[in-house]
């Protein structure tokens, strides 16, 4: 698939490209390929893991192959957490086995908004991030390399990532 080969290329040259997708396929290819080149950190925000791309058997291999790497963590906030949903799921397995890690926590109302519609999120490494502007059809943007851009979405998500704004989800299932 052309998408595949030209997000990977991007991805593993750290062009300064923007790149779009626009539904759960080129989502999942764009995820994969922003933590199998991330070396230090990833944040996301999202709904609730709850979905085919979040427990992808490959895209799980590759979470899980970042968190066995030194010092590597995952931040995740939600904004609509659903406990009973989460911990039956693969994902969750991954993430528990990272308890030093990884942090979840959940937002305690509303969602965050960039331009002032509300937004899911991955950065990585102070360098790549993907936005979803429109969470249901999956429409996103983002740059593999974009260093200004990945900074501020990585100092936006800390804000929230406060007991001011949400609360610890514990991985101990």
Same mark, same amino acid.
């Given at each position: 698939?052309e998408?595949?080969?030209?997000? *990977?290329r991007?991805a593993?040259?750290?062009?300064?490209?923007?790149?779009?997708?626009?539904?759960? *396929?080129? $989502?999942?290819?764009?995820?994969?390929?922003?933590?199998k080149?991330? *070396?230090r950190?990833?944040?996301?925000?999202?709904?609730?893991?709850?979905s085919?791309?979040?427990?992808?058997e *490959?895209?799980?291999?590759?979470?899980?192959? +970042?968190l066995s790497?030194?010092?590597?963590t995952i931040?995740?906030?939600f904004d609509n957490?659903?406990?009973?949903?989460?911990e039956?799921?693969?994902?969750?397995?991954?993430l528990k086995?990272?308890?030093r890690?990884v942090?979840?926590?959940s937002?305690?109302?509303?969602h965050?908004n960039?331009?002032?519609s509300?937004?899911?999120?991955?950065?990585?490494?102070?360098?790549?991030?993907r936005?979803?502007?429109?969470?249901?059809?999956?429409? $996103?943007?983002?740059?593999?390399?974009?260093?200004p851009?990945a900074?501020?979405?990585?100092?936006?998500?800390?804000? +929230? +990532?406060?007991?001011?704004?949400?609360?610890?989800?514990?991985?101990a299932?």
């Amino acid at each position: 698939m052309e998408y595949a080969k030209n997000i *990977e290329r991007l991805a593993s040259d750290k062009k300064t490209e923007i790149f779009y997708n626009s539904c759960d *396929e080129h $989502a999942l290819i764009v995820l994969k390929n922003l933590v199998k080149n991330a *070396e230090r950190y990833i944040k996301i925000i999202c709904g609730n893991l709850c979905s085919d791309v979040s427990n992808d058997e *490959e895209y799980l291999r590759i979470v899980d192959n +970042f968190l066995s790497k030194n010092n590597t963590t995952i931040d995740i906030l939600f904004d609509n957490y659903d406990n009973q949903c989460f911990e039956c799921l693969p994902i969750f397995g991954i993430l528990k086995k990272y308890p030093r890690q990884v942090k979840v926590r959940s937002l305690i109302s509303g969602h965050i908004n960039y331009e002032e519609s509300p937004v899911h999120l991955t950065v990585s490494d102070d360098r790549a991030f993907r936005l979803e502007t429109e969470i249901d059809k999956k429409m $996103a943007w983002g740059n593999f390399n974009d260093e200004p851009k990945a900074r501020v979405f990585s100092d936006a998500f800390d804000r +929230f +990532f406060t007991d001011k704004y949400s609360t610890l989800i514990p991985l101990a299932g």
